[in-house]
């Protein structure tokens, strides 16, 4: 059953364009071709990356955040509450006012108190400066050694360095999806699930399909501003601020021109024409061309966030935060404040409230307690 489907998986009419085999890209006189089960080393790799980032974490990310002066902010710790924790657990992180007052009635607390516990406890939940830093530090690391070996690699006639940076490449954003679980979640989360999802089935479906060319420049145009992001990251949790604003020019100037110029008028141009220029379309044509297409949506919704950045930054001289990230909240807000110090209107007193309360039980005849 496994062979029968092995085989109806891999017709030569699926994947390859008319009038060509898979028996062609056998290996003979010499000539080696790339071959779907090379990558099945790619899951062995991912997880010693795996291994490999947690102890660059510790031993280099962690003393190098340390030296370059990243300090976690402090918090308060939140007061025990089974009924809150449970809510904040199983129904939701951020309750509306009318069930923040039922939970607040519920555990004999005012509104006000009740709204910084989750506040508090939502703080809690958020990484701390250091893990992003860690965490950057490591990408930076791995795309910019990609990057480089990338470029070698495309000038020089090394077929054996082109399987292994294909493969590292592969196991990297295996690796990804292995660590989703531990790793900061943004605001973007979803978009980068679905990117790794394509990513690795475009370097999957490249290699086995022998589109070496095509997608060794895929991978080349997207290491070159990778880097440079995690850079930016890095130095945006220190104090080096015009190194930050310095680097995240450079990158939306890289990102914009590899990825919403280079990418479809060179990639996607490529391989939606010239590729079918001297055959018809087939199968492999356009789930290839639909990958491809998925990866520039996520291109110009990535645009779109580091635009409303440049707009910030032109506004206030500065970078301010990355909007994809979740900003850890103080322990009081606006709003609360007004609920807290109500103005007064024309001199009158403020109709709730302790004040108003005690006002009304005099006016009725009652003294205060003592």
Known sequence: ?????????????????????????????????????????????????????????????????????????????????????KHFLTEGWKPKEPQMALLAARCGLTLRQTQHWFRRRRNQDRPCLTKKFCEA?????????????????????????????????????????????????????????AHHFVTITLITF???????????????????SDYLLEACKMFNYTHFRRVCDTLFIVFSLVFFYTRLVLFPTQILYTTYYESVANSGPFFGYYFFNTLLTMLQLLHVFWSCLILRMIYSFAKKGQMEKDVRSDVEESDSSDGEAAQEHPRLKNGAAPTDGPRSRATGRLANGHTLAT
């Open 1 to 85: 059953m496994w062979s029968s489907l092995h085989e109806w998986f891999w017709q030569d009419r699926f994947w390859l364009p008319p009038n060509v085999s898979w028996a062609e890209l056998e290996d003979r006189d010499g000539l080696v071709y790339a071959h779907p089960r090379d990558m099945l080393a790619a899951l062995p790799l991912a997880l010693a990356l795996v291994a490999v980032r947690f102890v660059f974490e510790r031993f280099v990310g962690l003393p190098l955040s340390q030296w370059l002066g990243v300090r976690d902010r402090a918090r308060k710790p939140v007061k025990p509450n089974a009924v809150l924790e």
């Open 206 to 224: 490249s290699y086995s399909s022998n589109l070496l060319r095509i997608g060794s420049l895929v991978l080349l145009l997207h290491d070159s």
């Open 137 to 193: 530090s490591w990408r930076f690391v791995f795309y910019l050694c990609s990057f480089l070996g990338g470029f070698s690699v495309l000038y020089h006639p090394l077929k054996l360095a082109m399987y292994w940076w294909y493969l590292l490449e592969l196991s990297f954003y295996v690796s990804l999806l292995i660590t989703l679980p531990f790793d900061i979640k943004r605001k973007d989360f979803k978009e980068q699930v």
